[in-house]
């Protein structure tokens, strides 16, 4: 059903479909509107599911970690300083194999505060185990969740459904929304691999030495191997039962004959892509690359998406302190590369001015 809805609303409606048993929250700019809208859906009764408001972003994913451990569907969400907040926990939940599906609503990190979009909370998380799945629309964040929790269960692997802040949680857009009864048919209920159960205690998380250490985040990178199939796999099962091209790995657009290409993730690809557009008016042969799934990184397919390129730029949203330029540029296999941030109005003449100093600079053939 097609609906006018603001991005944390379909979400909102996205996780309750998927019949999450435990819901575990703490209010945070800018996913706030996400776990209030189910709160109100469990108060209603609308939703079947035991909703905790907790003390803070610790202790939301210290109960999703007892819950899903217990064998229930988890769920919570979270941002920003949030997340590092509860950054001890959410390396346990990778480290035990909890199939949690957490929203990350992208939002910068202070000091100074700044509650307004950049990637750097998410990628403070990049190597705890979690698959960071990055959403360029309100759509695809909808379609994203419902695709996490099967991800998730499939490889009892946590995942990180990143959305960005205020571009995407407070605007509203036009969504398709399934119907409970299609999501049904595409997330089977949920089958833990492991349970805590009090008549046959274990212990889960003990302190274990080097040996079974390394054992353990061996079997966490090949979970990330595995993902890079199970995602496409996902993909094109949600495809076909909803009628809709949404996740994967990568996303290219104009990239086939593309002597530039423009590598992003999140919304910034709509202003993007509709720059492209407007560069191929003009004769460039300009494309973009969008990244889906930045945790595990799909180097394949990179690599082939950009094998034809004569220059790549790479935009991201997660300043860092660094050496050198706030611009880098260089070459690699003899393609020239530049690199650089957006964290200021990025009307589609700031990335076209992007493109012109990029074209400008390259050296001819």
């Known amino acids: 059903m097609l609906k006018q809805i603001e991005g944390s609303r379909a979400v909102a409606e996205a996780v309750a479909m998927c019949r999450p048993q435990v819901i ?13 809208a189910l709160s109100a859906m469990v108060k209603k009764e609308d939703l079947a599911a ?18 899903s451990a217990a064998g229930v569907r988890a769920y919570t969400a979270t941002a920003s300083q949030g997340l590092l907040y509860m950054s001890e926990a959410v390396w346990n939940a990778a480290g035990l194999g909890l199939p949690i599906v957490m929203t990350v ?13 950049d990637h750097s909370d998410a990628m403070s998380q990049r190597d705890a185990g979690w698959l960071q799945l990055y959403a360029e629309t309100s759509q695809e964040a909808l379609d994203l969740h419902i695709q996490a929790f099967r991800i998730a269960e499939e490889l009892s692997v946590p995942v990180m459904v990143c959305m960005d802040g205020f571009l995407l949680t407070h605007a509203s857009e036009r969504a398709d929304i399934p119907e409970r009864a299609e999501v049904d048919a595409f997330l089977p209920p949920y089958e833990p691999r492991q349970v805590l159960d009090p008549g046959e205690p274990v212990s889960i998380g003990a302190m274990v030495g080097p040996e079974a250490f390394t054992e353990v985040r061996y079997l966490a990178y090949e979970r990330m191997r595995q993902a890079l199939g199970v995602i496409p796999a996902v993909q094109a099962d949600f ?8 996740g994967g790995l990568v996303r290219p657009y104009r990239t086939e004959d593309a002597e530039t290409v423009v590598v992003a993730l999140g919304s910034v690809l709509g202003t ?17 690359l969008g990244i889906t799934s930045f945790r595990p990184f799909p180097a394949a397919a990179v690599y082939d998406a950009l094998a034809g390129a004569r220059r790549v ?4 949203r997660a300043p860092r302190p660094r050496i050198g330029r706030h611009r880098d540029r260089g070459r ?22 992007h493109q012109e100093v990029t074209a400008r600079s390259a050296p001819g053939p």
């Open 50 to 67: 035991e909703f905790l408001d907790v003390e803070s972003e610790f202790a939301a994913m210290s109960v999703a970690i007892g819950a």
């Open 24 to 36: 575990c929250a703490y209010p945070i700019t800018p996913q706030t509107h996400i776990v209030e």
């Open 105 to 117: 609503a992208n939002r910068a990190i202070g000091a100074p505060i700044n509650i307004w979009n």
């Open 239 to 246: 495809g076909a039962q909803f009628g809709r091209d949404s």
């Open 313 to 316: 730029v790479v935009l991201e």
């Open 272 to 288: 993007i892509k509709d720059t492209v557009d407007e560069l191929r008016a003009d004769g460039r042969k300009v494309g973009v």
């Open 332 to 353: 690699q296999g003899g393609r020239e590369q530049g690199h650089g941030h957006l964290h200021r109005d990025r009307r589609p003449r700031r990335p076209r001015g």
